[in-house]
């Protein structure tokens, strides 16, 4: 079983409605997590991190964590062709060392 | 502004040859690290260090080294360059842990 699991998509959703990207992880001591964008040919840039139980939200971005689940999601909110990208989920576990082990991304199409 | 710049963004080398790939953030973080990028194997760790002379290593260290001599440069280096290494290479540095600012990759291929 992979660290980190994310459906790899391609997850299509029509402009204006909600995107749903779920993460699950499979070590418990995980501690923080966190969402990265990834545009075709760019690098990650962070958008998102949670630390506790519950939601996050940040602008049309919201993070939901439930540890007892061992799941992350994130919802992205009246989606925009813009927000077509690979989205990365990541979790660190402080007891080892504060490595950061990345999921293999869900691909999103934001269709006008 | 935030900058990791990483100094090729496209090499070609023969299969034997060392190869270095270097890394400069301009923002004084104490951790850095480097990653590469495989379609269907997503990002994976090769190698990091949290300060200088320091280093750590990844999930996927084997044929490969790093250097850190001073806190702002962090240097992968293939020591004998294998038709499997040909991948993406994407350095990072962070101030507080899992906040990663990436630099633009270095597409490397071995031929």
């Known amino acids: 079983q992979k660290e980190v699991e994310q459906n790899s998509g391609p997850l299509s959703v029509p402009e204006g409605a909600i995107a749903s990207l779920n993460c699950t992880y499979s070590d418990r001591g995980s501690q923080s997590f966190f969402w990265y964008r990834q545009y075709s040919g760019k690098s990650p840039e962070l958008i998102m991190f949670?630390?506790?139980?519950g939601d996050k939200e940040d602008g049309r971005f919201t993070a939901q964590l439930n540890k007892a689940s061992q799941y992350v999601s994130l919802l992205i909110r009246d989606s925009q062709p813009s927000d077509s990208a690979t989205y990365l989920c990541a979790v660190n576990i402080w007891a080892a060392g504060n490595k950061l082990t990345f999921g293999g991304g869900t691909r999103v199409l934001v269709k006008p | 502004d935030v900058k990791v710049t990483q100094s090729s963004r496209y090499l070609v080398k023969r299969t034997g040859e060392k190869v270095f790939l270097e890394c400069v953030q301009d923002m004084d973080h104490e951790n850095m690290f480097w990653y590469r990028q495989d379609p269907g194997l997503g990002l994976r760790l090769i190698y990091f260090s949290y300060d200088v002379k320091m280093k750590e290593k990844g999930d996927i260290p084997e044929g490969y080294s790093v250097s850190r001599e001073k806190k702002e440069r962090f240097s992968l280096i293939l020591e004998s360059a294998s038709t499997n290494q040909t991948s993406m290479y994407l350095c990072a540095s962070s101030l507080k842990p899992g906040e990663l600012f990436f630099g633009e990759g270095s597409r490397l291929t071995v031929l």
């Open positions: 949670i630390y506790s139980n």
